[in-house]
């Protein structure tokens, strides 16, 4: 609080602004949980602008450090759900909402500990606060706006896309490989199953590459801000869910394979005929050559392809 009485307001994200609160507060940074602070205040003003959040609108965001961010969405969004793993950062969060907008903190729920319960499970307690929010603003979208720490990145937008109810809206700062995995198309050198499993249900665009200079401490590659837009017509297409994400993440993991010897080994084995006849069944569907492999295929052809594979299997 100032001297007369008023809440006092943060200063803006810098480099020297950190290293003088983490100095005064006793805190070291933990570079195994992605500890890089976003410090180019144009760049965090590009974060904001690009994500578009509006007043009837649900935030989550993951990996909420000193709450920089987080003070920005509560200006704008109906609610927030804001994930922080280090219980220190946390604290410092919640320390600058009370500062900058005590009046926002009932808008806002932290949940302090990992947004991840496995690797392919969201910890309850995040989901609990989503739902809590958008249960309170059902009317608006729910976006995913960090700063995402590498280390959770493509877990999190994984499991995003695989929940009843994913996100409209994702912007986020996340290491360049995977912006341009998540972004690639089919014959792309960066080209995998994150790509088809975010390209059967998004549009996405890479709004900007980032330098390491722009984060406090410096990582070792560049990174981006990139931006997924749910395409609820293309993801109503999917039968199946986690079927489908399984049936891409199996192909994947023989990628320079070539396609007919993965798919005869999913549906039984070449010693099986059955198996051998399935797979020639679908590809006199698909209209396959006999030389294409997974990485050459897009999107929408998977998601053909994989239920026309499940439709023929046997079982």
Request: some cysteine; glycine content about 6%.
């Amino acid at each position: 609080m100032t001297s007369d009485g008023t809440p006092a307001v943060p200063a803006r994200q810098t480099t020297a602004y950190l290293k003088q609160l983490f100095a005064q507060v006793g805190f070291r940074i933990d570079a195994r949980r992605g500890q890089n602070f976003l410090v180019d205040l144009n760049l965090l003003d590009l974060l904001e602008r690009s994500a578009g959040v509006a007043p009837e609108d649900v935030a989550l965001e993951v990996g909420t450090g000193t709450g920089t961010l987080t003070e920005r969405l509560t200006r704008t969004a109906a609610r927030v759900v804001a994930v922080e793993i280090d219980p220190r950062l946390a604290q410092l969060a919640r320390d600058r909402l009370l500062a900058a907008a005590p009046e926002a903190c009932d808008r806002v729920a932290f949940v302090e500990g990992d947004v991840l319960a496995a690797k392919h499970r969201f910890a309850p307690a995040v989901l609990d606060a989503v739902r809590e929010a958008l249960a309170a603003a059902p009317h608006g979208r729910f976006h995913l706006v960090a700063n995402l720490p590498y280390c959770v990145a493509t877990p999190v937008i994984s499991n995003l896309l695989a929940l009843e109810r994913p996100f409209d809206v994702a912007t986020v700062t996340v290491q360049r490989e995977m912006a341009e995995r998540m972004t690639a198309t089919a014959g792309a050198s960066s080209y995998n199953a994150l790509s088809v499993w975010v390209g059967a249900q998004c549009r996405g665009e890479i709004v900007r590459i980032l330098p390491p200079s722009v984060f406090w401490p410096r990582p070792k590659v560049d990174s981006a801000i990139v931006q997924l837009v749910l395409e609820p017509e293309r993801r109503a297409r999917i039968a199946d869910l986690g079927r489908f994400h399984a049936f891409v993440r199996d192909v994947f993991c023989h990628r320079r394979k070539l396609l007919r010897g993965v798919l005869v080994r999913l549906a039984g084995g070449k010693r099986e005929d059955a198996a051998r006849d399935l797979v020639a069944e679908v590809y006199a569907a698909m209209g396959f050559d006999d030389s294409v492999r997974a990485e050459e295929i897009p999107p929408d052809d998977f998601l053909r392809l994989e239920q026309l594979f499940h439709e023929r299997k046997p079982g």
